[in-house]
Every structure is written in C-alpha cells, then in structure tokens.
C-alpha cells in the first residue's frame, strides 16, 4: 500500500486557523475514499473527518463540525483538512488515512506519518 504523506502542522493560537495537507503518489488515489484522524497525548486515536472519493459526501465528527472541512483535488492527488477557530482540545498529531471515509478502519487502510498541531490557549 500507498503510504501518504502530511503536512501543514504547527503551532497556532486558539481560534486561528491551519489547513493539512496529504498527499498520494499513486493514481489510485482519484478512487480511494480519504479520511482525518488524530490522536492526542494520552488518548486513543479519534476520527475527525472523512471524504468520499469524488468529493461529493463528507462526514464529520461531532466535535469539530462547523469548524473543520475536509476536501479533496484528485487532479493533485491532495486531500486537505482546513480548521477555523482552533482550540486548545485541538492539539494533537493528525493522521491522513488512505481508504476509509468513517471511523471504521481495518488492514485495508494506510497511514501516513502524522503531522503535529499545537493550539496554544
């Protein structure tokens, strides 16, 4: 499998704004629904934001709705994760996840290696 690659973390005051990258060098991408996770110090991993293949449906999870959108440019093979009004509760390390649009993960999804974002109160 494919492993994508993240970027566009960092550090950010609470209610400002990062957009994610993830990017997919393989042209199957164009097919593969794509999905944001993340996993904070202490904590098990936790679905944020998921997205079907063409972009038409997008799920998200109830703690980041109207604040975080996930989209996607098959022509570049990006997948990207925009957040507003960022909290503190925010920080943690995000994961693009190639293959799934829901918290249901199995041996058909790949991972990338995460990015950090740190929201600062």
């Known amino acids: 499998q494919v492993q994508p690659v993240e970027s566009g973390g960092g550090l950010v005051q609470a209610g400002g704004s990062l957009r994610l990258s993830c990017a997919a060098s393989e042209s199957t991408f164009v097919t593969m629904p794509m999905a944001w996770f993340r996993q904070a110090l202490g904590k098990e991993r936790e679905f944020v934001a998921g997205?079907?293949?063409?972009?038409?449906?997008?799920v998200y999870a109830d703690s980041v709705k109207g604040r975080i959108t996930i989209s996607r440019d098959n022509a570049k093979n990006t997948v990207y994760l925009l957040m507003n009004n960022l909290k503190p509760e925010d920080t943690a390390v995000y994961y693009c996840a190639r293959g799934t649009m829901s918290p249901r993960t199995g041996e058909h999804v790949s991972w990338g290696q995460g990015t950090q974002v740190t929201v600062s109160s």
């Open positions: 997205i079907s293949w063409n972009g038409g449906s997008a």
